[in-house]
């Protein structure tokens, strides 16, 4: 497995939760790393990512000021702070890898299930 998301789960409208992506077989240091995520009946889009191995953040409007992405390369580990979560956050949250030349996220993780309750 090349990628691994974990942190996801039951949350209450307003709370928080810390997803985290560690790459055991993919050295996160060598991609530009985004997370994205999947609501029911819609497409997967980009909420959050670096715009290049060493570069600033990006995130959707729908996210922004609230969710942050961080990356400790010690852990190879890629961390999505979620704050003040809301009910329309519920989806499936995938991180991903691309490589540096590429714009297309070719390394995946297996998604965790966040749900968050009004």
């Known amino acids: 497995v090349q990628l691994q998301a974990s942190g996801g789960g039951l949350v209450q409208a307003g709370g928080s939760l810390r997803l985290s992506c560690a790459g055991p077989?993919?050295?996160?240091?060598?991609?530009?790393m985004g997370w994205f995520r999947q609501a029911p009946g819609k497409e997967r889009e980009l909420i959050a990512g670096?715009?290049?191995?060493?570069?600033?953040?990006l995130y959707a409007d729908s996210v922004k000021g609230r969710f942050t992405i961080s990356r400790d390369y010690a852990k190879n580990t890629v961390y999505l702070q979620m704050n003040s979560l809301k009910p329309e956050d519920t989806a499936v949250y995938y991180c991903?890898?691309?490589?540096?030349?590429?714009?297309?996220?070719?390394?995946w993780g297996q998604g965790t299930k966040v749900t968050v309750s009004s």
């Open positions: 991903a890898a691309r490589p540096i030349t590429s714009p297309e996220y070719d390394h």
């Open positions: 077989e993919l050295t996160i240091s060598r991609y530009v």
């Open positions: 670096f715009r290049w191995s060493g570069g600033s953040t």
